[in-house]
């Protein structure tokens, strides 16, 4: 799915749920490695690579920038997404087979053949010249499956925990953060990671040359882990609202309708973010 229509999925579920009650989990990523990330960017001499995870629960979405006066070829075979430790592949080898149809002669005289023709993925992209590409597969970074944990105490009774929440997580700390809407300071629960106790770590691995034959070939890899989790409530984190009008065509038929757009300012190109359960 190309990050365009990603970017209007996202804003459509951001006006749908910023028109609810609720707590959103923000979560900050933190660039670790030698080759570092920074302001979402990666790059050398010959390549750029600029990330885009915003979205719920995260996108490994990137694209790539050849820097050089030559052409460069990616090899999606050889470049993986790495999610603790496990190997996620950019390429798979398939095929389609698509039909159509091919007219023939001219006029009253004219018949139509039908064809077929069969696409492999690209395994190897081309890149021209100081020209933009981007990844021909995402991923989604954080399950969204909310994690539940039950114990029984001595006296036979159970206690839920909802780990993804941290108004039920006890090492959070309740703070205060400036009101996006307003004036002043809103309540917030955050929890902070290092490298050794990070909920997840993810490594971006690419394989590239300038050679299509890759007699000699280059690498980069981004590694990231989890670095902060923020909740809060989704007003402050979907910030104000500007009333826009929206021209929308239904089976020829055009309806025009007023919709709140909101600054969202959380939105960074390094982090995602998580809509919860309300817990009251």
């Known amino acids: 799915m190309k990050k365009s229509a990603l970017n209007f999925v996202v804003l459509l579920g951001m006006i749908l749920l910023a028109s609810c009650g609720g707590q959103i989990r923000l979560t900050e990523t933190e660039s670790i490695g030698k080759d570092a990330v920074k302001n ?163 490594r971006n691995f690419l394989t590239y040359s300038s050679n299509e034959n890759f007699s000699t070939e280059k690498y980069i890899e981004n590694e990231f882990i989890i670095s902060k989790h923020t909740q809060m409530s989704t007003k402050n984190f979907f910030g104000k609202a500007t009333k826009v009008k929206v021209t929308a065509k239904t089976f020829g038929a055009k309806s025009k309708a007023k919709v709140k757009v909101y600054d969202s300012p959380y939105r960074n190109g390094s982090s995602f973010y998580k809509t919860l359960i309300q817990v009251k």
Request: proline share 4%; glycine share 4%; aromatic share 12%.
């Open 40 to 202: 979402s960017v990666c790059e050398n001499d010959d390549i750029k690579v600029t990330y885009d995870m915003w979205g719920e629960n995260g996108i490994m979405y990137f694209s790539l920038y050849n820097k050089t006066d030559k052409p460069m070829y990616i090899d999606w075979k050889r470049s993986v997404f790495i999610y603790n430790d496990w190997k996620n592949n950019y390429w798979v080898e398939k095929t389609t087979t698509e039909s159509y149809l091919v007219p023939s002669g001219a006029g009253r005289n004219i018949t139509y053949a039908n064809k077929v023709s069969t696409v492999t993925a690209e395994r190897v992209t081309f890149i021209p010249p100081k020209t933009y590409v981007s990844v021909p597969m995402t991923y989604v970074i954080f399950n969204n499956i909310t994690q539940v944990n039950t114990a029984t105490t001595g006296d036979n009774k159970a206690s839920v925990l909802i780990t993804d929440n941290l108004k039920m997580d006890k090492t959070a700390t309740k703070v205060k953060i400036p009101s996006t809407t307003g004036k002043g300071n809103v309540n917030a629960y955050q929890k902070t990671y290092s490298s050794e106790t990070t909920p997840a770590r993810f």
